[in-house]
C-alpha cells in the first residue's frame, strides 16, 4: 500500500505562498489607509470608539507583517519555524488592543463628553461589509 502525502506539492506551495503575499500585501495596503482616515476622523470627532477602530486596524497592519515576514523566507522550513514567533506577535498585538479598549471603556463610563457625528467614520464601519459580500 502506497503512503499518500497530504502536503501540496512543491510547484502548489510556491503557488500558495504568493497568493498569500498577495493578500497580505492588499490588507497591508487596504488597514493602512483605514487606520489613519479612522484615526483622523475619530480625532476631529471625538470619538474614542472611532479612534479604536483605527487602532484596531494598526494591529491588523502589525499582524499582517508577522504574517508577511513568515512568508518572506523562501524556504518552507524557515517559514515553519517563524510561524510560532508570528502567532506570538498576533496574540500580542490583540491583547494590546483589549487593554486599549479596556481603558477606554472605563474612560469612556465616567466621562461626560460626547462624540460628533462623522460621515467618514460612517463609510469607514460600512465599507468592510461592503467589500466582503463583493470578495465572496
Do not use: C
Not at 499518500?4 to 497568493?19: F, G, I, M, V
Not at 484596531?56 to 512568508?71: K, L, M, P, R, Y
Amino acid at each position: 500500500m502506497a503512503v499518500k502525502s497530504l502536503s501540496p506539492s512543491p510547484d502548489r506551495r510556491e503557488a500558495l505562498t504568493r497568493r498569500i503575499r498577495f493578500l497580505v500585501a492588499v490588507t497591508i495596503t487596504y488597514n493602512v489607509i483605514e487606520a489613519v482616515v479612522a484615526i483622523t476622523a475619530g480625532t476631529l470627532a471625538s470619538s474614542i470608539a472611532l479612534v479604536g477602530f483605527g487602532l484596531d486596524s494598526v494591529i491588523e497592519v502589525s499582524s499582517a507583517t508577522a504574517v508577511a515576514w513568515q512568508f518572506s523566507a523562501r524556504d518552507h522550513a524557515v517559514r515553519e519555524a517563524r510561524e510560532k514567533t508570528t502567532l506570538r506577535i498576533v496574540a500580542i498585538s490583540f491583547f494590546v488592543l483589549a487593554a486599549y479598549v479596556s481603558v477606554d471603556a472605563a474612560q469612556a463610563l465616567v466621562g461626560t463628553g460626547d462624540a460628533d457625528r462623522s460621515v467618514p467614520g460612517i463609510v469607514l464601519s460600512g465599507l468592510p461589509e461592503v467589500l466582503r459580500v463583493m470578495l465572496r
